[in-house]
């Protein structure tokens, strides 16, 4: 059974700082790798998808990579913004479902 | 413009009663539907997933006689949470599949007095 971890559980940052956000998953028979931010009482946005055979993905501000071997993928956030605070969740595609397991979450605060 | 409609997007009942969440798919049909749900600070968690016109598939620990979910159509999918508890006060989100891309609705904040 695929189980995915987020570290840390919450961060707290300066505006302008960049951060790394970690996610380790313990089955390397993947799909993808896609990264969400979910706003208080909200749905989810997807931000970032990883295939099975790509190693990272990059959309302005963010990227993201994926090591299928280590089980391991980062969010690198570039000069963080207050908007950017939110809980951003990693998830991985898995099983006959393609259903989407997804991580405990790292709650972000970027201090103006 | 969003590609899933889920309402109500809140909701509180009485202990007892039962409700209802619809989640339609609004420009594609969506052959596979997954039901989540999220407790305060924590992830979101798969209760079921269901294709069009076939019975749900729950997973570990989640009862399918209280929570009935209805996948009649395409484009229509139902999650009831029968005779609800407080317990049952979560956020729920629905996640339809549409051709080699998955969608989520904005999700019901379900609160049982």
């Known amino acids: 059974k695929q189980e995915v971890t987020q570290i840390p559980a919450a961060l707290s940052v300066p505006e302008g700082e960049n951060l790394v956000l970690n996610c380790s998953f313990t089955?390397?028979?993947?799909?993808?790798l896609q990264w969400f931010r979910q706003d208080p009482g909200k749905g989810l946005t997807s931000l970032l998808l990883?295939?099975?055979?790509?190693r990272e993905q990059t959309s302005g501000r963010l990227n993201a990579s994926l090591d299928k071997s280590s089980g391991r993928s980062t969010l690198y956030i570039a000069a963080s913004q207050p908007g950017d605070s939110a809980t951003y969740l990693c998830?991985?595609?898995?099983?006959?479902?393609?259903?989407?397991?997804f991580g405990s979450g790292t709650q972000l605060t970027v201090l103006p | 413009g969003a590609v899933v409609s889920q309402h109500p997007s809140r909701v509180i009942c009485k202990s007892g009663t039962s409700v209802k969440i619809e989640c339609r798919s609004l420009d594609f049909q969506a052959t596979t539907m997954f039901w989540y749900r999220q407790f305060p600070k924590q992830s979101l968690m798969l209760m079921a997933t269901s294709n069009e016109g076939s019975k749900a598939t729950y997973e570990q620990g989640v009862e399918k006689d209280k929570f009935l979910i209805n996948h009649a159509s395409l484009t229509l999918s139902t999650l009831t949470v029968t005779s609800a508890h407080p317990e049952d006060s979560s956020f729920y989100i629905c996640s339809p599949r549409g051709v080699e891309k998955l969608f989520f609705g904005s999700g019901t904040q379900l609160s049982v007095l």
């Open positions: 089955d390397s028979a993947i799909y993808n």
């Open positions: 998830s991985i595609s898995s099983g006959s479902a393609r259903q989407l397991t």
């Open positions: 990883i295939q099975s055979s790509q």
